[in-house]
């Protein structure tokens, strides 16, 4: 099974910029779609990004033009790059592989 351990999360000014990583233990991992979600405080889970195995890339409309996800598969690691950020991109992300979710990092977009 693979397990998944994200980083990468902080601190942050609006405007500002993070990149998270999301490490695979598992060679399987360049061959499925990955995911990142988020989850702001009293809210449902959002789905915020993905790349397939073919490594096309899709986007939730509110993160369009700012967020880019990446896929290294030497590395099994996923990354999602966070530009112009904004306080309502706070949250807990987590990235998914298959049925199997990483335990989160926290961005906090604040000033």
């Known amino acids: 099974q693979v397990q998944l351990k994200e980083s990468g999360g902080g601190l942050v000014q609006p405007g500002g910029s993070l990149r998270l990583s999301c490490a695979g233990s598992?060679?399987?991992?360049?061959?499925?779609?990955l995911d990142w979600y988020r989850q702001a405080p009293g809210k449902q889970r959002e789905w915020v990004a993905a790349v397939t195995g073919g490594d096309v890339t899709i986007y939730a409309e509110s993160v369009k033009g700012r967020f880019t996800i990446s896929r290294d598969n030497a590395r099994k690691t996923v990354y999602l790059q966070m530009n112009s950020l904004k306080p309502e991109d706070t949250a807990v992300y987590y990235c998914?592989?298959?049925?199997?979710w990483g335990q989160g990092t926290q961005v906090t977009v604040s000033s």
């Open positions: 998914k592989h298959a049925a199997t």
């Open positions: 598992t060679g399987i991992f360049k061959l499925n779609n």
